[in-house]
């Protein structure tokens, strides 16, 4: 079973929720996290944009400290949205002023965090891969037919 303390892993994941006042975002992020873990020989972090925490560059910092060349951040949002498209790929270093260009695989540079103007430098000099959102899959499909199924 996979272990955070990893070091020998070369890749990290992070899992990226909006973040809320309310548990519930976390708790559910968290969880999936876990899953994950229990599946993966792989670190899995999670980090949020804001008003949770770990926030996203901590997370990545963490992974950094654990010596991962690779990180693997998605956002478990399920449609693309001004905070997938913008806001995150900013908070990683990857989008700058004008950059329309987001694609999956930057080295990366520095990064800033969210909303109040704060900045959280990320330390880690690998390579950050950027994937899309969940989007319209068939896995989601079958959670919704078990949702409705379970309620008829």
Known sequence: MATNSNSNSKVGIVLVGHGSRLPYGKDVLSQLAE???????????????????????SSINKLAEMGVEKIVVTPVFLAPGVHTTEDIPRILG??????????????????HSHDHGETEEIHFQGKIIYTDPLGPDPKIVSII????????
């Open 94 to 111: 990857l989008k700058n002023n004008g950059d329309e260009s987001h694609g999956h695989h930057h080295e990366h540079g520095h990064g």
């Open 145 to 152: 037919k078990d949702r409705v199924n379970e309620a008829l």
């Open 35 to 57: 899953i994950y873990r229990q599946e993966s020989d792989n670190p899995v972090e999670i980090g949020f944009m804001n008003m949770n925490k770990p926030s996203i560059p």
